[in-house]
């Protein structure tokens, strides 16, 4: 018969704060980690009709060299697959079930391993935790079971906890990064770095699965792996943000961004390049038009021509919105905002005229006042005009209503809203208007136009004055 060997653990430190949840998260860890490294089925974790818990994976089975190990060399080469760093994480377990009284029995294919306390060698006064190491009791044994006695259900619940596999956290996009995970309502969001929790957020928007990590996460992946702040993975979960491009993920960033105002926003709303991320993820994905909060409010009929044309209205701070418009989208596309929309409607835009015949009799009457108009006026101020149409609907202008007007150079054409014939005052004032355009060529509130607008109506109304009887020119602009 085989004489049990002993391996010394020479652990320096206990981590005296350690709970027994502490020590089962490392085991279940190495457990996933040898699931990940040796692409075999998922571990098991279960309780025995004896009341024990048990451990199981399916891979290459647990040696006792592993316990001489500071650092795995294998988990060490590929960081962005498994769960664990440091080599000591076992023997750390090993220790903390010992001072917890929680029998270990460790099986697999190269030994069966218990925990057991022995002199240290060459100092008789000193005891110490000690590997026992047996023969295995089964040689085909695939991969390793880790039976644990005096495990109570809630420590093991809080173990598997820690873990994103069991979370029950729903996966909304993954990325070259890591993923974006939806937290469950009654969780604070997480980060996890290869599906260990190591950090709580109270005011992340969605949890992340960090799964490529940089040189500044790793060293902060302390002995305990808990509580890594946020410095640590601040620029891997804007990695991940940024390089998402569905829409499910932008939605929920726009919805948040709606609170701008109020300051209720969740934290990584607060990094500018996520939300101008969100903004072109969802320009890609679905009709959208930003608007600024001023904007929804008095956007005019402009806002509601884009709503009935089918997009959707998200409403982002002022800040965003005057950066939008120097960028484009994940598919290289113009960000759609009311300039841009304005531009395309009435790019697309067709006037719906109504003939002279097609007017009821009052709208006849004031229309025929344009010729009176036109007669008062010299022969070099309206010879570019050869037509003046009525139409039902505008084209939009930068306010976001509706023109009263229009002067359209090339037509050698004003066209005029019908409404504006509802009285002399409102057609004429607005008629003036636009054949001031017609006069000048210049455009509103240049100095040109106003120049010409005001020298037109001095020559009107002195016209007016010498030539028409006082009751009769004013009348002419009765309501």
């Known amino acids: 018969m085989e004489v049990a060997r002993q391996f010394d653990l020479n652990i320096e430190k206990v981590l005296e704060h350690w709970t027994p949840a502490y020590a089962l998260r490392e085991l279940i860890a190495n457990a996933f980690d040898e699931y990940l490294l040796s692409e075999t089925s998922v571990p098991k974790i279960y309780k025995d009709e004896q009341g024990a818990w048990h451990i199981r994976d399916f891979g290459r089975g647990l040696r006792y060299e592993h316990f001489t190990q500071n650092e795995n060399k294998e988990k060490l080469n590929n960081p962005e697959m498994v769960i664990g760093k440091f080599g000591v994480g076992l023997k750390d377990a090993m220790a903390t079930f010992d001072r917890q009284n929680i029998q ?6 190269h030994a069966d391993i218990t925990m057991d ?10 005891v110490t935790l000690h590997a026992v190491i047996q023969s295995p009791s089964d040689p085909t044994l695939v991969g390793t079971d880790v039976i644990l006695y005096g495990v109570n259900d809630e420590d093991m619940e809080q173990a598997k906890d820690f873990f994103l596999h069991f979370s029950g956290d729903e996966i909304l996009e993954k990325t070259s990064y890591g993923s974006v995970l939806k937290p469950k309502k009654e969780n604070k969001a997480r980060i996890y ?3 260990l929790c190591v950090a709580e957020e109270e005011n992340f928007l969605f949890s992340y699965n960090i799964t490529s990590t940089n040189a500044a996460l790793r060293k902060a992946l302390n002995r305990e792996r808990t509580n890594v702040g946020r410095s640590a993975y601040t620029d891997r979960v804007k990695s991940i943000l940024l390089a998402c491009t569905d829409s499910v993920v932008a939605n929920e960033m726009a919805a948040d961004l709606k609170n701008y105002e109020t300051g209720y926003i969740h934290d990584e709303l607060q990094w500018t390049d996520v939300q101008l991320h969100a903004c072109k993820i969802l320009n890609a994905n679905e009709n959208v038009i930003f608007l600024t909060p001023d904007q929804m409010r008095n956007g005019g009929s402009l806002v509601t021509h884009a ?6 209205v ?4 002022e800040s965003i919105a005057y950066r939008l418009t120097k960028l484009q989208d994940i598919e290289g596309s113009p960000i759609r905002d009311l300039e841009g929309y304005r531009e395309e409607f009435n790019t697309s835009f067709h006037f719906t005229y109504i003939p002279v015949s097609s007017l009821s009799k009052e709208e006849q009457k004031v229309f025929a006042v344009k010729d009176l108009i036109l007669n008062w006026l010299p022969s070099s101020q309206t010879k ?11 084209r939009v202008d930068y306010s976001g209503f509706e023109a009263l007007g229009l002067w359209e150079p090339l037509e050698k054409r004003i066209t005029i809203k019908r409404s504006q014939l509802r009285n002399v005052i409102d057609f004429s004032g607005t008629l003036l208007h636009e054949i001031a355009h017609a006069y000048t060529g210049a455009d509103d509130e240049s100095l040109e136009f106003e120049n010409g607008l005001t020298q037109m109506l001095g020559q009107l109304t002195s016209y007016a004055i010498k030539n028409e009887p006082r009751k009769k020119f004013l009348g002419l602009f009765k309501l």
């Open 117 to 126: 306390k022995s002199n240290k060698h060459g100092f008789d006064d000193i």
């Open 307 to 312: 709503q009935d044309d089918g997009y959707r």
């Open 104 to 109: 270990i029995l460790i099986l697999s294919r």
């Open 314 to 317: 998200v409403v982002v701070p």
């Open 384 to 394: 570019n005009i050869k037509e003046i149409s009525i139409s039902e609907t505008m």
């Open 193 to 195: 770095v290869n599906g």
